[in-house]
């Protein structure tokens, strides 16, 4: 497995891009990337009726069924919604999972107020889970590693997550449904998608939000440019909260520090649920998780780490300029 180290450095940082509070940086690397990928994403995989996500038998809060009935693995993605059954839900991390291959997959539940069948599968929403959420939860299911082995998140953090940002936002809904959240606020959100652009050979993106940043690092350009959208959306519902126009003063070396120190941070690595091996990281300042299968990182997310989510979980700026490890273009 390539250190996390390698593959940080061999990334190219781009021109920061800036909507009111929130910057992106475009990250590529150097060599050019295959065809296509070798797998689907979730969502195109259920489209096709190749794929399909249910309740367990009986229903469980923290997992569901995934089925792939196709001749390529499918990718699903940690932060993604389901939307659907008896509750909506969020997966817990990133798992590749097999061609024809069955698996019980870890969630968490982000519609508190709902337990009743609205629908006999699932279906992917047009958004993950916004981005503070998804750090607070990839520290708690590294936690949660450590101290038994299972991928859990602490669910009733979970659920007061979001019903504090519903109020924040005035958002609340019966069900107490983050994707009503989203809704509430869907015209504002799609400014933001309408506002940044991916690039054709870009890989992966840094967002920041005054200093609090985020990545999401692919195997391949297509992945990105199809998940483009819902990051966007992620980042945005976080962004909106925010008062004053700090994005512009965010520059290229605060990215890098904080690429750089989330490729610094211990890792452990285990056996992952479906194909490759599962990587956590957490560090003081950061926390992050990986998927390695067949010979490359498929997916790569981190984030400042926010107070209270686990052990070492400490909310942080990464604020002072550097230039090493990550080449900006000029």
């Known amino acids: 497995m390539t250190p996390l180290t390698e593959e940080i450095a061999s990334l190219q940082l781009g021109s920061p891009q800036h909507f009111r509070n929130l910057t992106l940086f475009p990250l590529e690397r150097a060599t050019p990337p295959p065809a296509a990928p070798e797998y689907l994403l979730a969502d195109e995989a259920m489209q096709l009726g190749l ?14 069924r995934f089925e792939n009935r196709g001749d390529r693995p499918v990718l699903l993605l940690d932060g993604e919604e389901l939307v659907g059954a008896k509750q909506n839900r969020v997966l817990n991390l990133t798992i590749l999972v097999a061609a024809h291959k069955t698996i019980i997959i870890p969630v968490s539940c982000v519609e508190a107020g709902r337990w009743h069948m609205n629908s006999t599968e699932f279906h992917a929403a047009s958004h993950m889970m916004y981005s503070k959420a998804r750090a607070e939860r990839v520290t708690q299911v590294s936690a949660s590693m450590r101290a038994s082995g299972s991928r859990r998140a602490d669910q009733s953090a979970v659920w007061d997550s979001i019903a504090k940002k519903a109020m924040r936002m005035q958002a609340a809904s019966p069900t107490q449904a983050m994707s009503a959240v989203f809704e509430h606020h869907a015209i504002s959100v799609e400014e933001y998608v309408r506002a940044f652009a991916c690039g054709e050979r870009q890989c992966g993106v840094v967002f920041a939000i005054e200093g609090a940043f985020g990545v999401d690092l692919f195997d391949h350009p297509r992945t990105l440019r199809t998940l483009f959208p819902k ?32 490729a610094q941070a211990p890792a452990v690595s285990e056996p992952a649920l479906g194909m490759g091996k599962d990587v956590r990281l957490t560090g003081k300042t950061v926390a992050g998780a990986a998927l390695w299968a067949g010979g490359s990182y498929i997916h790569l997310c981190g984030f400042t780490a926010v107070a209270g989510a686990g052990d070492d979980s400490l909310q942080t700026r990464l604020s002072r300029p550097t230039r090493r490890r990550v080449r900006r273009e000029p």
């Open 51 to 64: 794929a399909k996500i249910t309740e367990v038998e009986g229903g469980s809060v923290p997992e569901l």
């Open 231 to 262: 990051l966007v959306r992620s980042y945005a519902l976080d962004a909106m909260e925010v008062q004053g126009t700090g994005a512009a003063n965010i520059e290229a070396g605060n990215a890098s520090e904080f690429l750089h120190t989330l």
